[in-house]
T-cell receptor, first 118, second 114 residues
């Protein structure tokens, strides 16, 4: 089954304790992205990756790191979590054909990770 | 910068009735895509419908259709014959640029009642 998986689904942690949220897709997608969802703000992009070893900042990258060493995986790293990073996090992926014309396809979302930082 | 605005935080509709959710967007790109996503209580993001900006014809998916007004930068979602399972948060989003960035609105919470 084609899917995007995230782990863990729920996490409660304390300020300053490093954590990693994993994201994996089995659709051979080039493009992957992380979003956070907060009440009244919709979803905002944290980081994205257009291919292996290619990552870039989104709208709200402060306090986060990512890596893309393999095509299927795109982990989100919080080196020193703070309470303002309490949020619902989504990973997404899509096939993105590029060249003279960039073709955008729908983004498939993971099930979400509810993170609480105390 | 891209912006997407949903001016209706909450809406309610009776079962079997029709409801329209509003969305306006702003972009300087010529090549872009527009989406409506549904987020039920399970929190899963589910694609409802998509519209390519270069297509004049409004997209339709069963009971869901859009009214795409390119000049006005408006992209409303019409749900016909509303069902209890349509109760969810609905997000409008635009996809632009070589970065494939999705920009979301703040969402409209739709409640379908008996």
């Amino acid at each position: 089954e084609a899917q995007v998986t995230q782990n863990p689904r729920y996490l409660i942690t304390v300020t300053g304790k490093k954590l990693t949220v994993t994201c994996s897709q089995n659709m051979n997608h080039e493009y992957m992205s992380w979003y956070r969802q907060d009440p009244g703000l919709g979803l905002r992009q944290i980081y994205y990756s257009m291919n292996v070893e290619v990552t870039d900042k989104g709208d709200v990258p402060e306090g986060y790191k990512v890596s893309r060493k393999e095509k299927r995986n795109f982990p989100l790293i919080l080196e020193s979590p703070s309470p303002n990073q309490t949020s619902l996090y989504f990973c997404a992926s899509s096939f993105r054909a590029s060249g003279s014309v960039v073709i955008h396809n729908e983004q498939f979302f993971g099930p979400g990770t509810r993170l609480t930082v105390l | 910068a891209q912006t997407v605005t949903q001016s209706q935080p909450e809406m309610s509709v009776q079962e079997a009735e029709t409801v329209t959710l509003s969305c306006t967007y702003d972009t300087s790109e010529s090549n872009y895509y527009l989406f409506w996503y549904k987020q039920p209580p399970s929190r899963q993001m589910i694609l409802v419908i998509r519209q390519e900006a270069y297509k004049q014809q409004n997209a339709t998916e069963n009971r869901f259709s859009v009214n795409f007004q390119k000049a006005a930068k408006s992209f409303s979602l019409k749900i016909s014959d509303s069902q209890l399972g349509d109760t969810a948060m609905y997000f409008c989003a635009s996809l632009t640029g070589t970065a494939s960035k999705l920009t979301f609105g703040t969402g409209t919470r739709l409640q379908v009642t008996l």
